[in-house]
């Protein structure tokens, strides 16, 4: 059979490892990694060394490795395959490169990653063009966000809780927050903005796999604090969806063993005031993403809102968090804080000051 004698088509290689097809091309035209013999009408069949060659593009470029380097490695992975017989040893990880110098490239990204668009930090951009075919590149970011973003665009789950779990192992939630999962997010998101709708199957699958991660360190975080001690009231306000940043502090305040209630997405005003009352927490945190839903009258309720035995009576602290609250100032009982790392610091500090008997 010419599958035998030739190796397996593109299709067959890229749903095995978990690519489309265009990304094997265009690592075959872009990097030169394709297989060593063309089939039949110049069809690209893949042997068995080709196939670990790709498999190496895929693991290195999922790390964070830039695309031209990870080829040249992977390159070596088929040559040794091809000169004993079997699948070289993988290669170490390498280091990304100091300011790394690339031949010139064609317009548009073989990779789609290489062309989502770099978060909004006001960071030095160097190295990379920007425009229309190529779109703009991620910056100067973390390995590991390269890497995640080029998990993201694949599909590639597996890879995507991999990358996550090793950063928030290495770096601490607020890193990986800050300088991994957001940047990322927010590149995603800029991407699909700007491509007719394209890359919306992307960000709802990194989302996933970013929350997935956070509750995972929310439910793995051992507590700090004693069983009683009153929770961190965590909510979007009414017709807000975006819950991913407090999932982050969630995440951020369990790392600290401080103890939250999660209520989610567009919680209703008459629902908030019963959970605060119920629950009599140290600190709410609004998120309003936009400032069409920041609600300041709400936020202005629920810091007046006491709670606690005659003559020790207290109030929560209101975080108000996310930019739909910009502009103004924050009222009695309230801070706005400028990111994940202040607010996480604020309210541990909340708890430091509180009294013992007036927990709960």
Same mark, same amino acid.
């Given at each position: 059979?010419?599958?035998?004698?030739?190796?397996?088509?593109?299709?067959?290689?890229?749903?095995?490892?978990?690519?489309?097809?265009?990304?094997?091309?265009?690592?075959?035209?872009?990097?030169?990694?394709?297989?060593?013999?063309?089939?039949?009408?110049?069809?690209?069949? &893949?042997?068995?060394?080709?196939?670990?060659?790709?498999?190496?593009?895929?693991?290195?470029?999922? $790390?964070?490795?830039?695309?031209?380097?990870?080829?040249?490695?992977?390159?070596?992975?088929?040559?040794?395959?091809?000169?004993?017989?079997?699948?070289?040893?993988?290669?170490?990880?390498?280091?990304?490169?100091? =300011?790394?110098?690339?031949?010139?490239?064609?317009?548009?990204?073989?990779?789609?990653?290489?062309?989502?668009?770099?978060?909004?930090?006001?960071?030095?951009?160097?190295?990379?063009?920007?425009?229309?075919?190529?779109?703009?590149?991620?910056?100067?970011?973390?390995?590991?966000?390269?890497?995640?973003?080029?998990?993201?665009?694949?599909?590639?789950?597996?890879?995507?809780?991999?990358?996550?779990?090793?950063?928030?192992?290495?770096?601490?939630?607020?890193?990986?927050?800050?300088?991994?999962?957001?940047?990322?997010?927010?590149?995603?998101?800029?991407? &699909? =903005?700007?491509?007719?709708?394209?890359?919306?199957?992307?960000?709802?699958?990194?989302? &996933?796999?970013?929350?997935?991660?956070?509750?995972?360190?929310?439910?793995?975080?051992?507590?700090?604090?004693?069983?009683?001690?009153?929770?961190?009231?965590?909510?979007?306000?009414?017709?807000?969806?975006?819950?991913?940043?407090?999932?982050?502090?969630?995440?951020?305040?369990?790392?600290?063993?401080?103890?939250?209630?999660?209520?989610?997405?567009?919680?209703?005003?008459?629902?908030?005031?019963?959970?605060?009352?119920?629950?009599?927490?140290?600190?709410?945190?609004?998120? $309003?993403?936009?400032?069409?839903?920041?609600?300041?009258?709400?936020?202005?309720?629920?810091?007046?809102?006491?709670?606690?035995?005659?003559?020790?009576?207290?109030?929560?602290?209101?975080?108000?968090?996310?930019?739909?609250?910009?502009?103004?100032?924050?009222?009695?009982?309230?801070?706005?804080?400028?990111?994940?790392?202040?607010?996480?610091?604020?309210?541990?500090?909340?708890? =430091?000051?509180?009294?013992?008997?007036?927990?709960?």
């Amino acid at each position: 059979m010419a599958t035998t004698t030739h190796g397996i088509t593109t299709g067959a290689v890229a749903r095995r490892l978990g690519v489309s097809p265009t990304t094997v091309r265009s690592w075959d035209q872009r990097y030169g990694i394709g297989p060593a013999v063309r089939g039949d009408g110049r069809h690209r069949r &893949w042997s068995p060394a080709d196939v670990a060659m790709l498999e190496e593009m895929c693991r290195l470029t999922s $790390s964070g490795v830039p695309p031209a380097e990870a080829a040249r490695a992977a390159q070596r992975v088929r040559a040794g395959a091809e000169a004993g017989g079997a699948p070289a040893a993988r290669p170490a990880v390498p280091a990304p490169p100091v =300011e790394p110098v690339e031949p010139a490239e064609p317009e548009g990204p073989a990779d789609p990653a290489e062309g989502l668009p770099a978060p909004a930090d006001g960071a030095p951009r160097k190295g990379r063009r920007s425009g229309p075919a190529s779109g703009l590149p991620l910056g100067d970011v973390r390995q590991e966000c390269r890497g995640l973003a080029r998990a993201a665009v694949r599909l590639d789950g597996p890879s995507m809780d991999r990358i996550l779990q090793e950063v928030l192992a290495q770096h601490g939630l607020v890193t990986a927050w800050e300088e991994v999962m957001a940047p990322t997010l927010h590149a995603v998101g800029r991407k &699909w =903005e700007s491509s007719d709708d394209r890359y919306v199957e992307v960000e709802h699958l990194l989302s &996933w796999h970013v929350s997935t991660a956070l509750r995972r360190a929310v439910v793995a975080a051992p507590s700090a604090v004693s069983p009683g001690a009153a929770p961190v009231v965590l909510a979007c306000v009414p017709a807000e969806q975006h819950t991913l940043p407090l999932e982050a502090l969630a995440a951020g305040l369990a790392e600290r063993g401080l103890p939250t209630r999660m209520f989610g997405a567009a919680v209703p005003a008459e629902a908030l005031d019963a959970a605060v009352r119920r629950l009599g927490p140290a600190a709410v945190a609004l998120w $309003s993403q936009a400032r069409s839903t920041a609600n300041h009258a709400l936020a202005r309720h629920v810091a007046g809102t006491a709670f606690g035995v005659r003559g020790a009576r207290t109030a929560p602290l209101v975080l108000l968090a996310g930019p739909g609250w910009l502009g103004g100032r924050p009222g009695p009982g309230m801070v706005r804080p400028a990111g994940l790392r202040e607010a996480v610091d604020v309210i541990a500090r909340r708890y =430091e000051n509180r009294a013992a008997p007036g927990e709960g």
